[in-house]
């Protein structure tokens, strides 16, 4: 199982911007997945998650309404969309799988067995 993120860069406050999660290397509907962040100096942060048979999304509420994921099975990818970033929101974003059906998933990082090796987004002015 293998996951790559993409999209990491540098944001003005107040735009959006988006991040891709390639799968390779298992059947991707069988797996959910989660996005994370890990800000400098802070613990991993769970952004939400997706399920890939129902595409189920759940989010965590500081993120809620502001924050999308959203899956493409055919493309095995998920992508994060992310609004009206600040600059809190600077961190490395990574991206998890669990192999469990794609019928649940959960903002947990300890439900999590694989994982990217994450995407930078900086938020300046």
């Known amino acids: 199982v293998q996951l790559e993120e993409s999209g990491g860069g540098l944001v003005q406050p107040g735009e959006s911007h988006a991040l891709s999660c390639a799968g390779d290397?298992?059947?991707?509907?069988?797996?959910?997945i989660a996005w994370f962040r890990q800000a400098p100096g802070k613990e991993t942060e769970g952004l939400g998650c997706?399920?890939?048979?129902?595409?189920?999304?759940y989010y965590a509420p500081a993120v809620q309404g502001r924050f999308t994921i959203s899956i493409d099975n055919a493309k095995a990818t998920v992508y994060l969309q992310m609004n009206v970033l600040q600059p809190e929101d600077t961190a490395d974003y990574f991206c998890?799988?669990?192999?469990?059906?794609?019928?649940?998933?959960?903002?947990?990082?300890?439900?999590?067995?694989?994982w990217g090796l994450g995407t930078r987004v900086t938020v300046s002015s």
């Open positions: 998890a799988a669990v192999g469990n059906n794609g019928n649940w998933c959960s903002y947990g990082a300890d439900d999590y067995d694989y």
């Open positions: 997706i399920t890939s048979r129902t595409q189920t999304t």
């Open positions: 290397g298992f059947i991707f509907h069988d797996y959910s």
